[in-house]
């Protein structure tokens, strides 16, 4: 008997603890984590850092609104500010919540109601975001969405050269997370950006997964060399606590004037503080080129045991948001990875993805690895078997 709606396939798995890698159920079986609470806890659970800052911050006060200066909502737009290319920001709570105030900024600044996303894409839950959501499946019994949304084939250009002067903005993950760890072409990003000028439509990169140092970057989009009008981020900004973030370019600030957009949450203190903590540990070059280091690790390694397996057909990522596509649905197998102890999702119906804490020690990887090579090659009987 469960008192909540049934929104989530949930696994069998009740929580006793977590703290940094590790998952604890109730019956003291222990997991290692390489789902990080869905890209959010990326400095592992429970950081002490966090931790600290949060414990200091609910002392001196935990809510007041925003009708009050709170100096730590400066600290944090700052800290974001400059590792991006935006230059003022806009609290919320959520991933759906910054596209959200991005596609309300977007309209109101350009006077253009189209936004353009691409298939796969995933965006949120509200009707703006799951209209912005290019997969039907999220829209399912929904409808009417909200108008003037189009959907463009990802990494594909020729669409984009189309598109004409009434589009107020294009909106993209620079590797789609939720749609089957896609990363972007370099040619296609280029196209994003080269169309955005051409028909004077601002640029949009959600990098709600993507960003916080998830991709061994602050944000995903800087290993393109583009220049956003509009970045969102959420997920890993404030460690599990709830945070998200609309960062604009210097041009938008005036478009949101007192009253042109609000949230009683946003901006939250403890959310603040937790935000204050992650961003200070995260935003340093040491601690991003060790992601990327472990990507080149975890990949190779992975290439070498499961590579030619028969069921996988591709391994490919960006730092550590790292997808193994298969020639098969993944839910069994992900379940078996489970049942052995090792905590990963799908993406789509065929892509096992993995997002490991930034934090995650070359022991841990290793230690997943062998939980990898095992199932997959018990996997491969039964493959051979049917
Ligand atoms: C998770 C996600 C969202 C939605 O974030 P919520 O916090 O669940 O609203 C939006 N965009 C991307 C790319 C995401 O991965």
């Not at 004037?257 to 903590?277: D, R």
């Not at 995260?282 to 190779?300: G, H």
């Not at 098969?328 to 990963?344: A, G, H, P, T």
């Amino acid at each position: 008997m469960s008192y909540l709606f049934p929104t989530y396939a949930r696994w069998n798995v009740s929580v006793k603890e977590a703290k940094g890698s590790w998952v604890t159920d109730e019956n003291d079986k222990k997991y290692l984590d390489f789902v990080s609470g869905i890209a959010v806890c990326n400095l592992g659970h429970a950081d002490d850092d966090v931790m600290q800052g949060v414990q200091d911050q609910l002392k001196k006060y935990w809510h007041v609104s925003n009708l009050f200066h709170q100096p730590i909502q400066e600290e944090v737009a700052k800290l974001l500010v400059e590792h991006s290319d935006g230059e003022a920001v806009f609290f919320c709570n959520s991933g759906a919540e910054a596209n959200e105030a991005a596609i309300k900024l977007a309209r109101k600044h350009t006077g253009k109601t189209k936004i353009v996303t691409f298939l796969q894409s995933f965006h949120g839950r509200t009707f703006a975001t799951m209209s912005a959501t290019g997969q039907e499946k999220i829209q399912q019994g929904f409808g009417p969405l909200l108008e003037k949304f189009t959907y463009l084939p990802y990494n594909q250009t020729q669409a984009l050269e189309e598109l004409e002067e009434d589009v107020a903005a294009i909106m993209l993950e620079v590797v789609q997370g939720e749609g089957g760890v896609v990363p972007a072409e370099q040619e296609f990003i280029d196209k994003v950006a080269e169309t955005c000028k051409r028909v004077g439509a601002l640029l949009i990169i959600d990098e709600v997964q993507t960003g916080i140092g998830r991709t061994g970057k602050p944000f995903g989009y800087q290993h393109y060399g583009i220049t956003p009008d509009i970045i969102t981020s959420a997920k890993g900004l404030g460690s599990g606590m709830p945070v998200g973030a609309m960062i604009g370019a210097s041009s938008l600030i005036e478009t949101f004037q007192a009253g042109s957009h609000g949230s009683t949450f946003g901006g939250n203190p403890i959310a603040m503080a937790a935000a204050k903590a992650t961003l200070t540990k995260i935003l340093q070059d040491d601690f991003l080129n060790e992601v990327t280091e472990k990507n080149i690790y975890l990949v190779n390694k992975l290439n070498s045991i499961i590579g030619n397996h028969p069921l996988v057909k591709e391994i490919r990522g960006k730092g550590l948001l790292i997808g193994i596509e298969c020639k098969e649905q993944v839910s069994m197998m992900v379940d078996q990875l489970r049942d052995n102890n090792l905590l990963v999702l799908p993406a789509g119906p065929n892509v096992i993805r993995m997002l490991p804490p930034l934090t995650v020690s070359y022991e841990e990887i290793d230690e997943a690895l062998g939980i990898i090579d095992q199932t997959f090659s018990t996997l491969k009987q039964s493959a051979v078997a049917h």
